[in-house]
């Protein structure tokens, strides 16, 4: 008999629901609804539009019980950085403030706890991002505070306005940066420092947790009755991580493509250390009580500063055409540090590319493809240089990476290969679903053992595979290792 899970994903730009079906050992999963996640904007206030989001997951719903077919649980993921606040009956307090809100921006900028850095580091073992709660919530209004019962992120606040108790899964509670990793609770110290009450935030539970059944009146209007709601992994990469086709005896690393960058790998402890602290490693919890070790960089957001740059002056290039003229460039004629803070800003981007190249003393690229190539050879040589910083704080030899994310660039895939001389695996877009649905079957006991969980996503999971067929490429990261300190240098 199959099996059916329901998976719902709340990212930054978009939203999924995607039903899975397991059947003797087999996983199929199919995309029910897609829909955009755009912010309300009203009165110079930026907002999530949580009833629209919550009437598209309800259409879903229905659409899905109109199959008649036995839905065994639901579960969500989401972009874990923004939360909601309920009041003591359970209802919302509203506007749910976006991350992006000038004014929570502003407010945000002028909150810091009297904690020195390294003791936030020390307990919490997150390195210093914009975006999470931990500033978030210092800056939110005494008023609102005040009536506040439980403040959880998207994805557990979704899980409890579906049914059952609110709680916050732990890769979503270490995202916050006011836990600790270590003990396994809220950071009493952290929260102090903010003036947080701590009874504004709920209990931790573990990926896999059953929290309770469908609500009655949503199970009745979708006719999913009987439908239980499960805390898979809250926190979107956790999930991604889980849904990998991974050999249990292989180390091996990962690296999320976007817009923004994330290189990591699954360690069985919190690394929480100088050396860590110093290299920007970041720990989250991840399934089967292991921890994501990881840093998040610079990534595909130059290669998008470039196009809208080329498109504003009448040069506008499809990522097609422009991944052909980058294979015809000369390879290595020019690199670029990522990590330079004149990358990290948009803007005028090849014009950025050239001066830092002018800078190094290096050939200046003028043409969209030398540019483009420029780019992403430097990407996969900064992307080395993090999985060597991985191996470095971990003790660990990778033998293998997997590309992570919807919109992937195969070139850049390609290069990475090259530059780390190890198989490049290119995991599903639908990975988050995939690793949310295996988890809750797992919960569930339909799946008896992570080992299992495996085993069916290696049967399922056709993901492509990169050998490394290049070896020029040991020269061109001595370069880029030196490519800092030439910038730096005085004229």
């Given at each position: 008999m199959s099996q059916f899970y329901v998976a719902c994903n709340l990212g930054l730009e978009n939203g999924r629901v995607t039903l899975g079906q397991l059947h003797k050992g087999q996983l199929l999963v199919s995309e029910i609804r897609r829909f955009p996640i755009v912010p309300v904007v009203e009165r110079n206030s930026v907002q999530w539009n949580i009833p629209q989001l919550y009437q598209e997951v309800l259409e879903a719903l229905r659409t899905i019980g109109s199959y008649e077919e036995p839905v065994q649980s639901i579960s969500c993921t989401s972009f874990a950085g923004d939360y909601l606040l309920f009041d003591k009956d359970g209802a919302l307090i509203t506007p749910t403030i976006h991350h992006s809100d000038p004014?929570?921006?502003?407010?945000?900028?002028?909150?810091?706890?009297?904690?020195?850095?390294?003791?936030?580091?020390?307990?919490?073992g997150t390195h210093r991002i914009p975006l999470n709660m931990f500033l978030q919530l210092g800056a939110e209004t005494s008023k609102r505070l005040k009536h506040t019962r439980c403040v959880l992120?998207?994805?557990?606040?979704?899980?409890?306005?579906?049914?059952g108790e609110p709680r916050m899964e732990r890769s979503a509670a270490s995202a916050t940066q006011l836990f600790n990793p270590v003990s396994g609770q809220w950071s009493d110290q952290v929260l102090g420092a903010l003036r947080i009450r701590p009874d504004i935030l709920p209990g931790t539970v573990s990926a896999g947790t059953v929290l309770g059944n469908l609500r009655e009146g949503i199970g009745q209007e979708t006719r999913l009755e009987?439908?239980?709601?499960?805390?898979?992994?809250?926190?979107?990469?956790?999930?991604?991580l889980a849904g990998l086709p991974v050999v249990e005896s292989?180390?091996?690393?990962?690296?999320?493509?976007?817009?923004?960058?994330?290189?990591?790998?699954?360690v069985p402890q919190p690394i929480i250390s100088d050396a860590s602290l110093a290299a920007a490693f970041a720990n989250h919890a991840a399934p089967d009580g292991q921890v994501c070790f990881h840093k998040r960089g610079n990534g595909l957001q130059i290669l998008a500063e470039c196009q809208r740059f080329w498109a504003e002056t009448d040069r506008g290039i499809d990522n097609q055409m422009l991944s052909h003229l980058a294979g015809s460039?000369?390879?290595?004629?020019?690199?670029?540090?990522?990590?330079?803070?004149?990358?990290?800003?948009?803007?005028?981007?090849?014009?950025?590319i050239q001066a830092f190249c002018k800078e190094t003393n290096q050939a200046v690229p003028r043409k969209p493809g030398p540019v483009y190539r420029c780019v992403l050879e430097s990407l996969a040589l900064h992307y080395r240089k993090l999985i060597q910083e991985a191996e470095l704080l971990t003790g660990t030899a990778i033998q293998r990476v997997f590309v992570l994310g919807e919109d992937t660039n195969m070139l850049l895939n390609h290069f990475v290969a090259n530059a780390l001389q190890r198989p490049v695996t290119v995991a599903l877009g639908d990975s988050q679903a995939v690793g949310n649905i295996v988890l809750q079957a797992l919960a569930l006991k339909h799946v008896r053992s992570p080992e299992e969980a495996r085993a069916v996503l290696r049967a399922c999971c056709k993901a492509q595979t990169i050998v490394p067929h290049a070896n020029l490429w040991e020269d061109a990261y001595d370069r880029f290792v030196g490519l800092r300190t030439e910038a730096a240098a005085p004229a």
């Open positions: 004014q929570a921006l502003a407010a945000r900028n002028k909150v810091w706890p009297d904690l020195p850095w390294e003791t936030i580091f020390q307990e919490t992120p998207l994805a557990d606040a979704f899980n409890f306005l579906l049914g009987d439908v239980r709601v499960v805390a898979s992994c809250s926190e979107e990469l956790a999930a991604a292989e180390c091996w690393a990962f690296l999320r493509e976007g817009s923004w960058s994330t290189v990591g790998m699954l460039a000369t390879p290595f004629e020019s690199l670029i540090d990522p990590a330079d803070a004149r990358f990290l800003e948009p803007g005028d981007m090849p014009l950025k």
